[in-house]
């Protein structure tokens, strides 16, 4: 088995004896081992990192650079998709079909942030006076990147190629449950061109190196993709150093059906919305809200589909449900079904644990019938239980779509062109789809409201908050200044 070392000042370093070991979720073996990078380390890598962000290599590189390294990393990751791909499959346990989809696309987030790093421009603003104003994007500093493990390349590249656009160096710690891809970045990187030590990726547990990270007091933000507890864990220390914090977290997704949406489509879409990487995203269709003119045939024909849904080897080009991440995961889906149970809520299909060849941790793809305020209709699961619910109205499909603590994702249903519009008009979440789920665009601005976070990953919103705005005023007026003797003479004698 091989470890994989973090990637740290242009190389990869040995960080500690103490490995954590990355387990294929799909098998149960264990595929490499990382460092559990301890505080000193972590001390030594900050510092290291602020070195290389004062020396200006990077920071103060022009625009034409910055483009060319993020567009030849673009190209280099095009052409080792396919030992990516594999690798992400194995680390996620996610079916090898939708690690292509995905993957093929992530190298357009480098492309977009290179182009924005080239044509972004500063303003002039309309001061009074013979004065000039400009304003002008510096870089923060050193940035911290705190990744999940549900889509590790992508959500790692997001941030990435934002950050490294707008001139910060870049420290990026990615779940120790499946690090592997985004650690392989670090030499494609330097292949590209970024100077050694503008970005460092380490290696460890949240609770350990990832809070040694975000408690230096010499980092200049945090982006993080993870749970509200996390966000809850680092927030305070940032608030003390007074930096910024973007946090993509949780969400609750509503997926609402309208009865103008033919059944056979809509029910397609709810597969889709709710099934991809096995229920593991944030913006799972988590709650099927569906109309009760629709109500029946619906639910009939969605249990059909997704007991037939195939769940199996995720290096298998046919699979369609591969595994979730672990152990724990397949405790919390079957937890909620117990819960969903006792609150009355009926289960239509799946439910339970389940194996590929006696291996690997996996859990049929699960639908119940329940309340809108109960347990499974509230929380997040992070997994496919999915929550199904019959609403009387459009006004009650509205209601309930809004009725949780989160606001990241949803999608409306309807063929009706101004139903459609009328209704995700008053859904009270970051991202609205209407005849469409997990769409996602490097221009797109993505990010939740409510206990689903701060701040956007994606777009021009995303580049300029890895930015501080300075403004320059330039007074080219003769007016001599206050206490100048012959003016005040003038003005008073
Ligand atoms: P998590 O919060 O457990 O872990 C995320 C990252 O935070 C990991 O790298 C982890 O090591 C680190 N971490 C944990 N505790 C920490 C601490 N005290 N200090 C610093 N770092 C710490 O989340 P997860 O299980 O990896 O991912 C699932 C969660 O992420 C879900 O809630 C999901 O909705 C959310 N998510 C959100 C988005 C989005 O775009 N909004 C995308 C994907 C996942």
Not at 106 to 121: D, G, Q, V
Request: hydrophobic share 40%; aromatic share 8%; glycine share 8%.
């Amino acid at each position: 088995m091989r470890h994989q070392f973090n990637w740290v000042n242009g190389a990869y370093q040995l960080a500690s004896r103490d490995v954590i070991q990355v387990i294929n979720p799909a098998t149960e073996s264990p595929i490499a081992t990382i460092d559990s990078t301890p505080q000193e380390t972590v001390n030594a890598i900050v510092v290291s990192s602020l070195q290389n962000f004062s020396s200006g290599v990077w920071s103060q590189a022009d625009a034409s650079t910055r483009f060319t390294v993020l567009s030849k990393a673009a190209n280099l990751l095009r052409a080792r998709l396919h030992e990516f791909i594999n690798l992400e499959t194995r680390q996620t346990g996610r079916p090898i079909r939708e690690m292509k989809a995905q993957l093929f696309r992530i190298p357009e987030w480098l492309e977009y942030f290179a182009s924005l790093a080239r044509t972004h421009e500063g303003c002039v603003t309309p001061f009074k006076g013979p004065v000039v104003n400009t304003l002008t994007r510096l870089p923060l500093g050193v940035v911290v990147q705190i990744t999940p493990w549900n889509h590790p390349l992508l959500i790692a590249t997001k941030k990435i190629a934002a950050a490294l656009a707008a001139g910060n160096s870049v420290i990026v710690k990615p779940s120790e449950s499946a690090p592997l891809s985004v650690l392989e970045m670090g030499k494609l990187f330097q292949e590209a061109g970024l100077p050694d030590g503008t970005l460092q990726i380490v290696s460890g547990y949240g609770r350990e190196t990832g809070k040694f990270l975000c408690e230096s007091p010499l980092i200049s933000k945090i982006d993080l993709t993870g749970g509200l507890a996390t966000y809850e864990a680092i927030a305070p220390t940032a608030s003390k150093n007074l930096i910024p914090i973007t946090a993509e977290l949780g969400g609750k997704a509503p997926v609402c059906f309208f009865p103008s949406m033919p059944i056979e489509k809509g029910v397609k879409a709810a597969l889709f919305a709710s099934f991809i990487a096995s229920g593991q995203t944030c913006v799972t269709g988590s709650r099927l809200l569906i109309h009760s003119e629709i109500y029946n045939e619906f639910v009939e024909q969605l249990v059909r589909r997704t007991m037939s849904l195939r769940l199996g080897d995720p290096t298998d080009d046919r699979t369609q449900i591969g595994a979730v991440i672990s152990r724990a995961s397949v405790e919390r889906c079957t937890a909620f079904v117990s819960h969903a149970m006792v609150e009355g809520g009926k289960v239509l299909c799946g439910g339970k644990p389940t194996d590929v060849d006696g291996k690997g941790f996996f859990f049929e793809p699960t639908l119940i019938e329940t309340k809108p305020d109960s347990n499974l209709a509230s929380n997040e699961v992070f997994g496919p239980v999915i929550a199904l619910i019959r609403c009387e109205s459009e006004e009650e499909i509205i209601r309930v779509a809004n009725a949780t603590s989160f606001a990241l994702g949803a999608s409306v249903w309807s063929n009706d062109f101004n139903q459609a519009h009328r209704v995700a008009e008053k859904i009270n979440a970051g991202i609205v789809w209407i005849n469409g789920h997990h769409l996602n665009d490097p221009s797109s601005p993505w990010g939740g409201f409510k206990e689903s976070g701060l701040g956007k990953e994606n777009g021009i919103e995303a580049y300029e908050s890895y930015t501080k705005l300075k403004s320059t005023i330039i007074n080219y007026g003769q007016e001599p200044t206050w206490f100048d003797d012959e003016v005040e003479n003038a003005r008073y004698g």
